[in-house]
């Protein structure tokens, strides 16, 4: 059985408190009252759009599906919210809802036929129709094409920063490779000249014990600084000179960077006959080189596969959209992402030990961050100080990140988390960074942003709900 709706009722809801008595009595007249349980969707997202949904009293939030999993983009308990069907004034679409809706607790719900209401809507306000449909349509183009440049150029910046830290590592450890290859071609010639007939089977084997020796000390050489290596080569060099050993200034430095000394090569000075003390010094120092070449290769390769960590990290692509995620984990992927931005800027990372793990979209945390520490790397011009903190208040988990940059301008303070605002130079910004993070922050993840700023720097707040 319909029920009945009484007009004067409708005004209560905050979406028709200006309708006159003849438009309440025609929405009374074709609206129904639909009851919905905790956790049942009036309206699947993609299926025709055939209602208006008005809340009438519960709580409703608004679902978009994204890679095949549901995604909460807001929620609200006011008598009014409305969804569904939202475009039902623009003619000659094929429409299909774009959203789900799901009752978060016993709701009901005012259901307008679609058609009949986009109809109406045109009669009663053609001027506002014509101009809301044409801000829908443009809008909708604008955004689409804006946020794929976004994405774009985040994409860009990440991937030039990415492969200016990848090339590093890559170059380092294809000139220790070429380096690599000499010194062990060299180590086999002087091993050939050491048993050429020249020592015994004994003193060779105790100049191999002598060069495990060596090589198990370069692992465990001290650090020395740069006066203390200098002074290191010139004794060792005088030493190597003093007994014609050829090229030992350069065989100093190599030796002395494995932590090997005047004293120790002494052991090498009695163990093999008079003449051969170069040959032996020098088969031993292709063994030094060639260890701390193998450690060159072996830093290069780990830091490569830091960097690839990193990236994976940063787009959790191989993980669950939602999750319960370290947030330390994920503000280190992203500074690694970002690390060519922040060339010439200290970062100061102060990250709270305790800190729980927090259920979330870790991927679009990220996007958070980035577009965040992007914005503060701006302000600073390249030089200043970064802070990033994480702390725990309560059943609050908070996330600062602060500058040392000129700060926001008053009037722009009111204004940072428009769509499409930016004080950035034309070409170089879109408006949408800090309205994207807004939205997942407090849309998707129930928490909060707040902006501390002074001429001192800026500091972003944000605060996620633990459980």
């Given at each position: 059985?319909r029920?009945?709706?009484?007009p004067?009722s409708?005004?209560?809801l905050?979406?028709?408190?200006?309708l006159?008595?003849?438009q309440?009595a025609?929405?009374?007249e074709?609206?129904?009252?639909?009851?919905?349980s905790a956790?049942?969707?009036?309206c699947?997202?993609?299926?025709p759009a055939?209602?208006?949904?008005?809340?009438?009293?519960g709580?409703i939030?608004?679902?978009?599906?994204?890679r095949?999993?549901d995604v909460e983009?807001s929620?609200s308990?006011?008598p009014?919210?409305?969804g569904?069907?939202t475009?039902a004034?623009?003619?000659g679409?094929d429409?299909?809802?774009?959203h789900?809706?799901?009752?978060?607790?016993?709701?009901?719900f005012l259901a307008?036929?679609?058609?009949?209401?986009?109809?109406k809507?045109r009669?009663?306000f053609?001027?506002a129709?014509h101009?809301?449909e044409?801000?829908?349509?443009?809008m909708q183009r604008?955004?689409t094409?804006?946020?794929?440049?976004?994405?774009?150029?985040?994409?860009g910046s990440l991937s030039?920063?990415l492969t200016?830290?990848?090339n590093?590592?890559?170059?380092?450890a294809?000139r220790?490779?070429e380096s690599l290859?000499d010194r062990?071609?060299?180590m086999r010639?002087?091993?050939?000249?050491?048993?050429?007939?020249?020592?015994d089977?004994?003193?060779v084997?105790?100049?191999?014990e002598l060069?495990e020796?060596?090589?198990?000390g370069?692992a465990?050489?001290?650090?020395l600084?740069a006066?203390q290596?200098?002074?290191?080569e010139?004794?060792?060099?005088d030493?190597?000179?003093?007994r014609?050993v050829?090229g030992?200034?350069?065989l100093?430095?190599?030796l002395?960077?494995?932590?090997l000394?005047?004293?120790?090569?002494?052991?090498v000075?009695?163990t093999?006959p008079?003449?051969?003390?170069?040959?032996a010094?020098?088969?031993?120092?292709?063994a030094?080189?060639?260890e701390t070449?193998?450690g060159?290769?072996t830093?290069a390769?780990?830091?490569?596969?830091?960097?690839v960590n990193?990236?994976r990290?940063?787009?959790?692509?191989?993980?669950?959209?939602?999750?319960a995620?370290d947030?330390?984990?994920l503000?280190k992927?992203?500074?690694?992402?970002l690390?060519?931005k922040?060339?010439?800027?200290t970062?100061?990372k102060?990250?709270d030990?305790?800190l729980?793990?927090v259920?979330?979209?870790?991927?679009?945390?990220?996007?958070?961050w980035?577009n965040?520490?992007d914005?503060a790397c701006?302000a600073?011009?390249?030089?200043?100080?970064?802070?990033?903190?994480?702390?725990?208040?309560?059943?609050?988990?908070?996330?600062?990140i602060?500058d040392?940059g000129?700060g926001i301008?008053?009037e722009?303070?009111?204004?940072i988390f428009?769509?499409?605002?930016t004080?950035?130079?034309v070409?170089?910004g879109t408006?949408l960074g800090l309205?994207i993070s807004?939205?997942?922050?407090?849309?998707?993840?129930h928490?909060d942003?707040?902006v501390?700023t002074?001429?001192?720097g800026?500091?972003?707040e944000?605060?996620?709900?633990?459980g």
């Open positions: 059985m029920t009945e709706l009484e004067a409708l005004q209560r905050f979406l028709f408190e200006s006159d008595e003849a309440l025609w929405i009374a074709h609206a129904d009252v639909v009851d919905a956790g049942e969707d009036v699947r997202e993609g299926d055939r209602c208006f949904w008005v809340l009438c009293d709580e939030a608004v679902i978009r599906t994204v095949g999993d983009v929620r308990a006011r009014g919210t409305y569904g069907a475009e004034y623009v003619e679409e429409l299909r809802y774009k789900t809706l799901r009752a978060c607790a016993d709701s009901r307008i036929p679609a058609r009949d209401w986009g109809a809507l009669e009663w053609p001027l129709m101009l809301v044409g801000l829908a349509v443009g604008s955004s094409a804006i946020g794929e440049r976004e994405r774009l150029l985040a994409l030039a920063g200016h830290e990848l590093n590592p890559a170059a380092a294809i220790a490779t290859r062990v071609a060299g010639h002087k091993l050939a000249m050491l048993a050429s007939g020249k020592l089977g004994a003193v084997a105790q100049l191999v060069q020796e060596a090589v198990l370069v465990t050489a001290p650090e600084t006066m290596t200098s002074d290191a010139d004794e060792l060099g030493w190597l000179d003093e014609e050829g030992a200034w350069d100093a430095a190599v002395v960077a494995g932590g000394d005047a004293e120790w090569l002494g052991k000075e009695r093999v008079e003449g051969t003390l170069g040959a010094v020098r088969w031993i120092a292709y030094v080189e060639t070449l193998m060159e290769i830093d390769t780990a830091r490569i596969g830091t960097l990193a990236a990290q940063y787009s959790q692509l191989d993980r669950a959209p939602y999750q995620s947030l330390r984990v503000l992927s992203t500074v690694t992402m690390s060519r922040l060339e010439g800027i970062l100061v102060e990250f030990p305790d729980p793990q259920p979330c979209f870790p991927a679009e945390l990220n996007q958070v980035t965040i520490i914005n701006s600073m011009d390249g030089a200043g100080t970064l802070t990033i903190r994480t702390r725990r208040e309560s059943d609050t988990a908070v996330v600062e602060a040392t000129p301008p008053a722009v303070r009111p204004r428009e769509p499409f605002f004080t950035k130079d070409g170089e408006g309205d807004w939205r997942i922050v407090v849309s998707k993840h928490g942003i707040r501390h002074s001429p001192a800026t500091t972003f944000i605060r996620l709900p633990l």
